[in-house]
């Protein structure tokens, strides 16, 4: 009975995460006016990051984590991989790297690090858990910055648990990752942006679904953006503004009070096997 009850509680909080996640789709008008695709990711800038990261490695709760997991030798399952800024800076420790992403020219940039890093890797294009099956049980498995654009989460944490021996490490935004720009899409375009899903909705179904988490937080260890151009030409790519406003938007952001930008904080939700 009382698994009965923990899986009906586990399939409410999951169709609670979809519908949440969905609240955040950009009306049909606004996307049809959209110069770029708001949702893209820069690989370069990708990129950048993750060489900071192993040019300057990172002692945070998720890293720390991942470390003292991680066998000498052992595999390591990263999904949602990008270039790497989660998993190459453990290149000591790796014997081989299982990388997941969606996108060919991110698995392209891990892969060139690894290769450079002397870290053995294979490559995985397409979404989780769709490729699963194309990928082995590992040692350890990190999904960094990736639930926020995941409907079905319930699906995409069992997958995640089912391929891992030791530990999975979680490490997300505690809230969704576009939500510093609701000042501007009520200035913009007149609408109101959704609060939810946050860090501790993924907490709440992770634990619903019997795995036992621990729970981390702490600032973001990197500002979002480095000028007020940066941020000004982000904006307009990610609310649907043409590029030739960025000055308009920066003077917005000033007027809003939205510059200097506080950084995130950073969850890293974990558990063992």
Do not use: Q
Not at 41 to 63: N, Q, V
Not at 77 to 88: N, T
Request: glycine share 6%; charged share 25%.
């Amino acid at each position: 009975m009382h698994g009965m009850l923990v899986s009906m509680d586990a399939e409410e909080l999951a169709a609670r995460w979809r519908e949440r996640l969905e609240s955040w789709a950009i009306p049909e008008e606004i996307m049809a006016r959209a110069p770029v695709d708001p949702w893209s990711h820069s690989p370069e800038r990708f990129g950048t990051r993750t060489d900071r990261a192993l040019a300057e490695p990172d002692d945070g709760p998720t890293m720390t984590r991942l470390s003292e997991a991680l066998p000498d030798g052992g595999t390591l399952l990263d999904v949602g991989s990008g270039p790497g800024a989660s998993s190459l800076p453990l290149r000591g420790r790796i014997g081989h790297l299982y990388a997941v992403d969606t996108s060919a020219p991110m698995l392209e940039g891990l892969t060139l690090r690894a290769d450079k890093l002397g870290v053995p890797v294979t490559a995985i294009e397409g979404r989780w858990p769709d490729v699963a099956d194309r990928v082995p049980v590992a040692d350890v498995s990190i999904a960094a910055h990736v639930v926020y654009n995941v409907p079905d989460l319930a699906g995409f944490l069992r997958a995640l648990d089912a391929h891992t021996k030791g530990r999975v490490v979680l490490e997300l935004p505690h809230r969704h990752p576009m939500s510093w720009l609701t000042p501007l899409w009520e200035e913009f375009h007149g609408i109101s942006r959704p609060v939810r899903p946050i860090a501790e909705d993924c907490v709440a179904l992770a634990a619903a679904l019997g795995f036992a988490v621990h729970v981390e937080e702490r600032e973001a260890p990197l500002e979002r953006f480095t000028s007020l151009e940066e941020l000004a030409a982000s904006a307009c790519r990610r609310a649907c503004l043409d590029p030739s406003r960025a000055e308009e938007v920066a003077v917005t952001v000033l007027e809003l009070g939205m510059w200097p930008m506080p950084r995130d904080r950073w969850v890293t939700i974990w558990w063992d096997r």
